[in-house]
């Protein structure tokens, strides 16, 4: 029965409710256009190909969000095509990687590549040297999502030379 229920501030079950519902903010009927939100339309942000000079192979970026500041929030869906992967770089504040589709590799400077696949979420620490990108017979998208800080996403690096990437595939 609910009057078994013990209480360590000697309110009775139904004490508590009126105690939650007497000291609850009050309610605040909002119309759309009191909300502070902004709905940003696909149409307005286009599909682009992403710079040679920081990715091998055809990578196609699709904006999802640069939040204004004070928020850092920067987060696109990058489509990679078979054999496309990254440059080394890293990220000041990280950064989370969450494969949608396909089959791709993800790989931390000396270390293994690993595999990652559709649903699959990567977290990689600030300042880790790294690269991401497809299989050689798989295309693989994902949504990564990092922050800025004074106004840097990633320092890119060196290219990963076709040697590096085909020794990442065989230590699979």
Known sequence: ??????????????GIVDSLI?????????????CHMKTYSAETRPSKKA???????TVWQDPI??????ARVHALKVAFEPGARTAW???PLGQTLHVLSGVGLVQLRGQAAQQITAGDTVWI???EEHWHGAMPTHAMTHIA????????????????????????????
């Open 1 to 14: 029965m609910a009057t078994d229920i013990p209480s360590s501030n000697g309110l009775a079950p139904s």
């Open 22 to 34: 007497k000291h609850a903010p009050p309610r605040v009927d909002e119309t759309w256009e009191d």
């Open 51 to 57: 710079s040679p000079n920081w990715f091998s192979g």
């Open 65 to 70: 969000i640069e939040a204004p500041a004070p």
């Open 89 to 91: 770089h890293t990220h």
């Open 125 to 127: 620490d600030p300042g």
């Open 145 to 172: 999502i990092q922050e800025r800080l004074d106004g840097t996403m990633a320092d890119w690096l060196n290219k990963l030379t076709d040697e590096e990437y085909e020794q990442s595939v065989a230590t699979l």
